[in-house]
């Protein structure tokens, strides 16, 4: 999964910052084209505003997401929101399709990212190189995080639970038929041999 609103082959055509003849002061977000034009939601949210505004955004779509910022999904094809307002999503939430209406040059995903009358660095959320070029979305992946999900999770040293984890995660060690790790236990010659057998 990632924060990004495409997946697969995309490019970055314009980015946060950029000045020029359509962005005097600045531009505000960051401009995306994909080969897949469907627009996914880049948080856990609800979503605020469907419109249409055929002078600027174009088809667009904001979502509030869990830390106070709005995300603007804008230029989608007319007609093509799939979510309303009011209603919760997610990474894996289909919102729209990338269109060309509005105030525009060509199709293309202009994504925002406010906090208030903030603007923030759309770029930094999504985890991608604010620069022009050309990326694919595997190499954007989160790391989604596993709780460890012993019972007795509280009896584990801090220090000691990274390590147990990883060794949980890569099937070397399992804990008990309890749900148990019991950190403090002696480990037996057998329980060994099957550590390094799965090693």
Not at 27 to 45: F, N, P, Q
Not at 94 to 123: C, F, K, W
Request: charged fraction near 25%.
């Amino acid at each position: 999964m990632t924060r990004l609103p495409i997946t697969g082959p995309f490019r970055v055509t314009a980015v946060y910052g950029q000045q020029g003849t359509y962005w005097k002061s600045g531009h505000k977000g960051i401009d995306l084209v994909a080969d897949d034009h469907r627009i996914y939601s880049t948080c856990e949210g609800t979503v605020r505003t469907v419109a249409f505004d055929a002078d600027g955004l174009g088809q667009y779509i904001a979502v509030d997401d869990q830390e106070g910022q709005r995300h603007y999904f804008c230029h989608l094809v007319k007609g093509s929101a799939k979510v309303k307002v009011g209603q919760k999503v997610t990474p894996l939430t289909v919102i729209g399709t990338m269109g060309a209406t509005g105030n525009v040059t060509g199709l293309h995903l202009h994504y925002e990212l406010r906090r208030g009358s903030q603007v923030l660095d759309p770029a930094a959320w999504l985890g991608i190189p604010n620069r022009v070029g050309s990326y694919h979305s595997n190499d954007f992946q989160i790391k989604e995080e596993k709780p460890m999900a012993y019972r007795d999770e509280a009896s584990i040293p801090e220090w000691a639970k990274d390590a147990v984890k990883e060794a949980t995660e890569k099937g070397l060690m399992k804990g008990d038929d309890e749900g148990n790790f019991r950190p403090n236990d002696p480990i037996t010659r057998a329980e060994m041999a099957v550590l390094l057998s799965r090693l």
